[in-house]
């Protein structure tokens, strides 16, 4: 699951009992009032003997844009960052998790991008493109991506 850093106030209020936790160099501290900059995943558990429940992702945005936080000039609007499955399930553009998963390529990620690219509409795949040229103008997936 994901949502912005702006909302972490929102996930506070919807899981008032909740433990939630800071995932931050290799270890989980509890969420201070003051979200650590560093901190891109929250993890989520009902008391201290419960199993973890939930991973919440957390994804930058700068008025009406999604920013990526490894570039902030990697862009996108808000209204253009999300697909719904034909049940209502929302998920993160397959596009973005692709280029999420580029910076160190996992053999999983790999069978991802081969999975995916193919079924990509133009934008999305030119959007992927420019993005990763943008990281990485040498990126291993970009004759793949532009083919």
């Known amino acids: 699951?994901?949502?912005?850093?702006?909302?972490?106030?929102?996930?506070?209020?919807?899981?008032?009992?909740?433990?939630?936790?800071?995932?931050?160099?290799?270890?989980?501290?509890?969420?201070?009032?003051?979200?650590?900059?560093?901190t891109n995943?929250?993890?989520c558990r009902?008391?201290?003997t419960s199993p973890w429940s939930i991973e919440v992702l957390l994804d930058h945005a700068d008025g009406l844009d999604w920013v990526f936080r490894r570039s902030p000039a990697i862009r996108r609007p808000l209204s253009g960052i999300m697909r719904w499955t034909g049940d209502g399930v929302p998920y993160l553009a397959p596009e973005i998790q692709l280029l999420y998963k580029s910076k160190a390529i996992r053999p999983r990620d790999q069978a991802d991008f081969e999975r995916t690219v193919p079924k990509l509409?133009?934008?999305?795949?030119?959007?992927?493109?420019?993005?990763?040229?943008?990281?990485?103008p040498d990126h291993v997936w970009l004759t793949a991506c532009e083919g």
Request: charged share 25%; proline share 5%.
């Open 1 to 38: 699951m994901g949502i912005l850093r702006r909302d972490v106030d929102r996930l506070r209020r919807a899981l008032p009992h909740w433990q939630i936790f800071e995932a931050r160099s290799g270890s989980l501290l509890p969420l201070s009032a003051d979200l650590h900059p560093a």
């Open 41 to 43: 995943s929250l993890w």
């Open 121 to 136: 509409d133009a934008g999305a795949r030119q959007w992927l493109c420019t993005a990763l040229r943008a990281l990485t």
């Open 46 to 48: 009902r008391a201290t």
